[in-house]
Structure formats: structure tokens, C-alpha cells
DNA sequence: GCGGATCAC
DNA sequence: TATGGTGATCCGC
């Protein structure tokens, strides 16, 4: 995620699809100004910026020869890529919408229907939905977020709940796959791929919840890889109140790239096809690859 | 190893 | 008034 600095934000966060950036940084200009952290950024961006080209000018030095042996390389270790790649599992990644700011609202309903963030006035970690409307979100400043939302609550962060719920989570998506891994508080990456062969076996019963947390109404959850992430979203919910999103792919940087897209409370599949997976990388901006951050960005 | 830089949540 | 906490990786030393 970007940090909110002079330098704009430069990406979309779920939930502010249709923002009008070019006010939001505005303002964000405005209120950062003089200060001395501005100064220090810019010098860091002109720092970067050197270095960019003292790279590029090495780039420049190399022969023809060097650089046919360099592309030779890389087409070796392609074509070896091809030939290892695996569309046959199926993974899932679990991330929670606006984590922090969920928890916080959870558990104080006074905070349901207005703008919220979690943090202090120095820093927030997250915002809640409605608080994204007016361009409020993680990494920004608590003093610049109050500039694009006056009525903006500030809660103070609370890490020792959001990691017992987080732990909750982790339990459940362990039944999946006890292979799981983690990645903050609030992802997790699950290889279905064991889980969804057992599941062919398992009873009807076995696949059954309530439908609320003590309803005695149910809902059956069926044997694909769709109704089995909806089954842990749902699980999840029952037993922290808190809604997450999930992708379904054939590994786990495309399950996560997928659990971006019907966020929140929503789910994803990537079908198993080379052609349709090809096609959803070419569309993809170069940022959304891990690794890739402001930085690296702009060399 | 350690500090600096980068990245991610 | 005010620009983080936590954790991971890589690199050069
Ligand atoms: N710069 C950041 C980004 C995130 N977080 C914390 C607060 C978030 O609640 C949590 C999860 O990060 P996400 O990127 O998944 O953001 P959210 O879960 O808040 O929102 P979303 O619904 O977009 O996933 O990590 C943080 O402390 N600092
Ligand atoms: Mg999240």
C-alpha cells in the first residue's frame, strides 16, 4: 500500500473505486506542505532518482553479447517454467475486510454507521468502508485524514484482540489445510487441494452450519472449491462476526490477486486454463506483483 | 550479525 | 502538534 506523502496516492484500495484522486491529493498537499517530513521525502525521491540513473547508464554500458547471453538465459529458465507449471491444485487466500476497523465496529455498534479509522492522530492502520469514500485510509495520518473527513472517529489499535480473533480464523482455515500459512493478522493462504478430495467423502452432515450463530436454521455447503471457501467464509463469520473475501486459483499469488476483486464480503475464482490465467495477468497493472513497491516502480 | 533499504499487512 | 508497529527479505560489509 502506498503511504500517504506529498507524492499522491497512486493506487485503488477497495472500496475507493470511484474517487476523485486528483482533490484527495490536493488536499493531502495542502496539509503536508512544509513540513519537515515533506523535506526529508523529497530528498529521499531525488536520492531514488540518482540511483535510477546510475542503473540505467550501466544498462547502456553492457555489449550486445552480454545482453544476448542474458536473454538466453531468461528463455531457458522460461521454457523450464512452462514445463513445471502446475494448474492442478487449488489454493485459496482469506483476507478480512478492513480488519482492524471491523473489529473495532463489532464491538462498539456506535461506530457502525460512521466514518472510522483505526490508529491515533499520528498514524492510522486501516478505515472502515465509509471512511475510504473520502480517500481516508491505511498509512494516512490521523491530522490529514480529518482534513478530507471533519466527522471522522479515531480509535486507538488494540493488537492483543485483533490477534485473538485472527487466531480464530487461523483455527478454522487449519481444518482445511493444516499446511496453512499466514501473512499478517487478517490473510491466510489454504491449499484446498487434499481438503476438496476428502471432501467427496465427507456426510452431508459434515457440511452443514447454522445459519446464524444458535439458529436452527442451516445451510448446506457442497463439494466444490466455491462452496467450500464460502463454507469458511461463513464459519468465520459465526464465529467472530467479522466478514472476509476470498480468491479460489491455481496458486497463491493468483488466489491473492483474486480476493481483491469482489471484496468486500465476496469471492473469486480463477479458472485453471492457461489461456483465461494468461489473459488475467496481461490486464494486470505491475504494481499488484509482490515486490514490486513505489520504489522498484519507477526504475 | 548488523544497519540500511525496500516491501507488505 | 502531529507521518507507525510488526515482520520479512536482500545486500554490502
Ligand atoms: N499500512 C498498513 C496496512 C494494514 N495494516 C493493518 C490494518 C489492517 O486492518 C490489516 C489488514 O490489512 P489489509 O491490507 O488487508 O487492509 P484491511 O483488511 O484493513 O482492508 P481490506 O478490506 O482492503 O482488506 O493490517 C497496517 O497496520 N498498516
Ligand atoms: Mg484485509
Known amino acids: 500500500m502506498s503511504r500517504t506523502t506529498f507524492l499522491n496516492v497512486d493506487d485503488t484500495k477497495a472500496g475507493m473505486a470511484d474517487l476523485d484522486k486528483e482533490k484527495i491529493n490536493k488536499l493531502i498537499q495542502e496539509a503536508s506542505k512544509n513540513s519537515k517530513f515533506f523535506k526529508q521525502q523529497q530528498r529521499r525521491e531525488e ?45 485459496c487466500h482469506i483476507d478480512m475486510d478492513a480488519f482492524y476497523a471491523s473489529v473495532e465496529m463489532r464491538d462498539n455498534p456506535t461506530l457502525q454507521h460512521v466514518p472510522m479509522a483505526v490508529g491515533g492522530e499520528g498514524m492510522l492502520s486501516t478505515s472502515n468502508y465509509l471512511a475510504r469514500q473520502f480517500g481516508v485510509r491505511a498509512a494516512m495520518p490521523g491530522f490529514i485524514a480529518r482534513h478530507l473527513c471533519p466527522n471522522l472517529v479515531i480509535v ?26 499466514s501473512c499478517g493478522l487478517d490473510e491466510a493462504f ?15 452432515e459434515q457440511r452443514t452450519f ?47 490477486l483474486c480476493s481483491d476483486i469482489n471484496k468486500p464480503n465476496g469471492q473469486y475464482q480463477l479458472e485453471s486454463n492457461v489461456n483465461i490465467i494468461l489473459n488475467f495477468i496481461r490486464n494486470l497493472p505491475i504494481r499488484k506483483i509482490k515486490g514490486i513497491g513505489k520504489v522498484v516502480f519507477l526504475s
Open 47 to 91: 536520492e531514488n532518482r540518482r540511483r535510477i540513473e546510475v542503473k540505467l547508464s550501466k544498462i547502456k554500458s553492457f555489449s550486445n553479447f552480454q545482453i544476448e547471453q542474458a536473454e538466453k538465459s531468461a528463455d531457458r529458465y522460461l521454457n523450464q517454467l512452462d514445463k513445471t507449471r502446475d494448474l492442478s491444485r487449488i489454493f
Open 156 to 181: 486507538p489499535c488494540d493488537f492483543e484482540k485483533y490477534r485473538t480473533d485472527s487466531s480464530k480464523i487461523m483455527k478454522i482455515i487449519s481444518e482445511y489445510d493444516e499446511n496453512y500459512g
Open 190 to 204: 489454504a491449499d484446498l487441494t487434499n481438503h476438496l478430495q476428502i471432501r467427496k467423502t465427507l456426510s452431508e
Open 210 to 256: 447454522p445459519k446464524e450463530e444458535n439458529s436452527i436454521q442451516t445451510i448446506i455447503f457442497g463439494i466444490t472449491a466455491e462452496e467450500t471457501v464460502q463454507e469458511i467464509r461463513h464459519r468465520i463469520y459465526l464465529t467472530t462476526r467479522l466478514t472476509a473475501s476470498a480468491g479460489i486459483a491455481c496458486n497463491m499469488r493468483l488466489a491473492k
